[in-house]
């Protein structure tokens, strides 16, 4: 199973961005995609996630801002990024896990976004 990302960019604080990433390879079934970020000096945080059921979490720094959603038949998963911050700064990375031969859980290979005030 491969992760392919894209979607990244410069932004100005204020403006919106969308994520994708698509899994390719021998999937079963999704069980999870997740995005997390992680910017410079800090831990890899959650920003979104939606289990097989459709239910989705985000933290409160996101919410409201942020969407996740997905293409079942594409296995692929996609963030919407409105009214972004200087603090969204960071390196995004999609995170799909589910069955194949047997449960997998990859990572993409991560996407720069970069806020500016």
């Known amino acids: 199973v491969q992760l392919q990302a894209s979607g990244g960019g410069l932004v100005q604080a204020g403006g919106s961005l969308r994520l994708s990433c698509a899994a390719s390879g021998s999937i079963f079934a999704i069980d999870v995609m997740g995005w997390y970020r992680q910017a410079p000096g800090k831990q890899r945080e959650l920003v979104a996630r939606?289990?097989?059921?459709?239910?989705?979490n985000y933290p409160d720094s996101v919410k409201g801002r942020f969407t996740i959603s997905r293409d079942i038949a594409k296995n692929t998963v996609y963030l919407q990024m409105n009214s972004l911050k200087p603090e969204d700064t960071a390196v995004y990375y999609c995170?799909?896990?589910?069955?194949?031969?047997?449960?997998?859980?990859?990572w993409g290979q991560g996407t720069q976004v970069t806020v500016s005030s």
């Open positions: 995170n799909i896990a589910g069955w194949g031969r047997t449960y997998f859980d990859y």
């Open positions: 939606i289990v097989s059921g459709g239910s989705t």
